[in-house]
Structure formats: C-alpha cells, structure tokens
C-alpha cells in the first residue's frame, strides 16, 4: 500500500504538469457526427467518370467551423474518417490561404469495415498514405514530397516489419 505523502506528491507533480504551457490544451476538441445535420450538409453528387456508370456519391460539408477546433469526424457507420484542426485563416511560405484542415488525417475503410488507408496532409499537403491489409496490419506508407506532392519513398512491410524501401527520383 502507498504512504499517504507518495500519493499527495504523485498528485502534486501530475498538477505541475497540466498547468503547464507545453502540457496545458490549448485547443478546443470537438466529436462530430457526419449524420448530424446542425454540424453538416449532406449533398448528394451524380459522380461520371469514363469508363463506368455514373453513381450517386454522398459528400458533407461542415457547417459553421469553429477556429483553431481540433475535430474528430464520424461517418454513419461510427468509424473515424476525419481528424485535424480547422483553421480559418492559414499562411504557409507567405501565402494566406482561407478556412479549411490544413493538418488533417483522413481515413478510409474496406466494405467490411476494416481500416484501408490513412492519408496525411501537412500544411494542406499530401505527407503520407497508409496501407492497410488483413487484420489492420500496415503494409505500406508512401511518402511524398513537401514542395512538389510527388512520390519520394515507398516502405513496404511485411508482418510490421520493413522487407523493402523504393526510392523515387523526382
């Protein structure tokens, strides 16, 4: 059993650390469902592309984002396909660009649900993808350039370990 002054001092120094700047919540975290319509509209799009019938594709446009909001977007199915923070107004390299997710994650996944891949963006740019197989284990991440969005490096995995890397030149 501990001492009555081990677990004041374990509650005094887990205090310290919350109040601090670097460890204190500076953003504003939101749970959003993508079925709830005072935080989205629906809008249902006839998608045609060559090659293939057109289909009807559902999309979601958030309604009244909060700044600086760090959110975690929901589907209908209750599976995480969007998290990162909304930013209304962003300046990346001296150029402003207007509200959207510009350090964002989106997942997609599989008809039976499983996780398929998990797209990274930084600064509004295309970092990583994600590869998912057969009981979520990773296959493969590419990686691409930060100036360019071109594909640099392909890691392949095998049982989560590294089996190959493939280097692009660009």
Do not use: W
Not at 108 to 136: A, D, M, P, S
Not at 153 to 163: A, G, L, M, Q, R
């Amino acid at each position: 059993m501990h001492s009555n002054s081990f677990i004041k001092t374990i509650l005094l120094l887990l205090f310290f650390i919350g109040s601090h700047p670097s460890f204190s919540q500076t953003k504003d975290t939101l749970i959003v469902f993508q079925n709830d319509p005072l935080v989205f509209e629906k809008l249902e799009l006839m998608s045609h592309r060559p090659c293939s019938k057109p289909r009807l594709e559902i999309h979601y446009k958030l309604i009244k984002p909060k700044n600086n909001t760090y959110y975690f977007i929901y589907n209908t199915n209750n599976q995480l396909v969007k998290e990162g923070t909304y930013t209304a107004k962003y300046s990346h390299e001296g150029i402003d660009y207007n509200g959207a997710f510009y350090d964002v994650n989106y997942y997609f996944y599989r008809k039976n649900g499983n996780l398929k891949t998990v797209h990274t963006q930084k600064n509004g740019r295309n970092n990583t993808t994600e590869f998912y197989g057969r009981n979520n284990r990773l296959k493969m991440i590419s990686y691409f350039d930060e100036k360019s969005g071109n594909l640099v490096k392909d890691v392949i995995y095998k049982k989560n370990k590294i089996t190959e890397q493939i280097e692009y030149d660009n």
